[in-house]
């Protein structure tokens, strides 16, 4: 039961980050093939290098066709609502990268803490899942990744990973744990963005 | 004997995506050490994101002492070439960059069916293969890389691992498949840089 | 013995390359979450990138917890200098690098030679583990990465690799080997920066 509630929250976070990327990449003046081509690094990346750090090669992207074919509608309907709405609004952008920094992040944990990885690192590793995607489009955008200057960017997905190891620890439902990481990332990133939060500096 | 045509196939794809990588530094005012580390990224690099992905690690490119052997060949080929010709022309360095993708790309497929990589996924992988060296290129010189915006390049790619697929799921004798895909992923290429052709876009 | 030697050459690495790119962080102006997110790249990166091509995965940054502590201690400390000292003088900067370079260069080929991987490739294997942390900090800083126009720079990393594999083969003590390797490294490339040291130039 909940292996295939991990499998779909893997895949509904490749299919928002694939969105994302999509968009950005029309956004940049990418055509077609760049938009399918940018989409999959950032609706994959994330999963791959968690997959790869982690030792499960080859990743989950590459042996279940449901990640290539959640991809491919992706970017499906990333052209179709470029093309009906005529612009790619900022906060949309914003918001599925939130939604799926949260999902990669919360599913990222899980798999480590599957795999008999520590607490601390557990959290490290579903951190960098949940940014690995966002940090590949951006470097492959030519620009400085976000995750580098958003202050409530790493942080959140750091918060849905503590979550995901904390709860595991209590022994809490492991199916509610899920939903409310992957809710936590995303409502502490969406806030600090809309209200401009920013961590204390010295 | 199948065997040993795929590792010259990589190996011939190593030294031209490093020929091309050496050019490609030298063309940007790099010295002969960033032209050799260069030379290494680009030829190498495609190869060993496939074998980290694939779970095949070391990297055969770290075993076998063939590959560095190659690739410091390739870095004095492209030293001689640019010392005596004086300039590097830039269809030289598309035609080396389309033959190391027709290479990898099916080399890649190839060692994914080996290692039982399911039909869709070992496309993938044929793909991430070829176009891999280039975007590792296009990452350390600072550029956004060409397989975000030449429409007729990830999919030369795919081409190639599509023939591959295929032809190895019919049975047809493997040695020729292995020079067909390579070829026609060459040709695809090269005949849309040359006549400009384009995907249709919407 | 060996091993807890090699382990504390791996954290001081990890150290000295955390506090260098948290202060080059500071330096490109990001606040203390894009601080501690380089410093975790950057004295990580080297070692990740190393334990992935040799197949130990998960990396030891990953599943040992002095990393993580290392690379925050070595964030507050990069972040308490440039506080208390106001700027950061490019020759720390400098020497920092050569640090972090001789250390993963040494401990790459001594952990390469460990998984029975040959001469030559544990050779650029050490090269690699040396330069991937400055790879990616340059990379996610949006620059040229220095190993490809540093001339004494991939050379260095190359130098104490190289010490580490002859050494061994001549059954020298090998505690003694990682010191003189890191040692032989900074030497070089402190040497190289101060006198402005080029490899000779066709």
């Known amino acids: 039961m909940i292996e295939r509630m991990i499998r779909a929250a893997d ?4 299919f928002v980050f694939a969105v994302q990327g999509g968009l950005a990449a029309i956004g940049a003046g990418f055509d077609p093939v760049g938009t399918l081509v940018l989409a999959f690094l950032v609706g ?11 030792g499960a090669t080859p ?40 939604a799926g920094l949260g999902l990669f992040a919360t599913v990222g944990a899980e798999k480590a803490l599957d795999r008999a990885v520590p607490a601390l690192p557990a959290i490290f ?43 595991r620890a ?3 439902p492991r199916a509610a744990l899920v939903v409310a990481a992957a809710l936590a990332c995303f409502a502490l990133r969406m806030a ?11």
Request: a neutral charge; zero cysteines; glycine letters at 12%.
């Open 11 to 14: 895949l509904a976070g490749t």
């Open 44 to 54: 994959l990346g994330g999963g791959v290098i968690r997959d790869v750090l982690i």
């Open 59 to 98: 990743p989950a992207a590459m042996l279940d066709r449901a990640y290539p074919i959640v991809v491919i509608a992706a970017a499906g309907v990333a052209w179709s609502f470029a093309a009906y709405v005529g612009h790619v609004p900022a906060l949309l952008l914003t918001a599925l990268d939130a």
């Open 125 to 167: 590793l579903g951190a960098i899942s949940g940014v690995g995607g966002g940090v590949v489009r951006d470097v492959m955008l030519n620009t400085v990744p976000r995750v580098l200057y958003a202050d409530i960017y790493a942080t959140a997905a750091m918060l849905a990973a503590v979550i995901v190891v904390l709860g």
């Open 170 to 172: 209590a022994r809490l």
């Open 192 to 202: 600090a963005v809309i209200w401009g939060w920013q961590l204390p500096h010295g």
